[in-house]
Nanobody
Framework: QVQVVESGGGLVQAGGSLRLSCAAS????????MGWFRRPPGKEREFVAA????????YYTDSVKGRFTILGDYAKNTVDLQMNSLKPEDTAVYYC???????????????????WGQGTQVTVSS
């Protein structure tokens, strides 16, 4: 079993920055990668960014490219999400997840992850 804990959310003005952190513990020796998702108010959970440990390949949704950076440490099973130039539409609950086994789903898919954190609120004011 894998435990996932996020931290670092908060309230920030548009144009500001926040850094989210995530740590996975427990049975992480088969961890293939980690990802960040978010649930905006009244919407479904959506993909934000992910990292595949092999070759440190990263993935981003188009709306955050050039503004967000995912930074992972495979040895520590941690992943941060540096968010710059934040916009009000980035307001959401942000979730971290681990991909602890082989999955046929893409890294951008919610179904590709098996352990999730409780989420951390990010609010961007205009």
């Amino acid at each position: 079993q894998v435990q996932v804990v996020e931290s670092g959310g908060g309230l920030v003005q548009a144009g500001g920055s926040l850094r989210l952190s995530c740590a996975a513990s427990g049975r992480t020796f088969t961890n293939y990668g980690m990802g960040w998702f978010r649930r905006p108010p009244g919407k479904e959970r959506e993909f934000v960014a992910a990292i595949k440990w092999s070759r440190s390949t990263t993935y981003y949704t188009d709306s955050v490219k050039g503004r967000f950076t995912i930074l992972g440490d495979y040895a520590k099973n941690t992943v941060d999400l540096q968010m710059n130039s934040l916009k009000p539409e980035d307001t959401a609950v942000y979730y971290c997840a681990t991909r602890s086994a082989y999955s046929p789903y893409l890294y951008q898919s919610v179904d590709g992850y098996d352990s999730w954190g409780q989420g951390t609120q990010v609010t961007v004011s205009s």
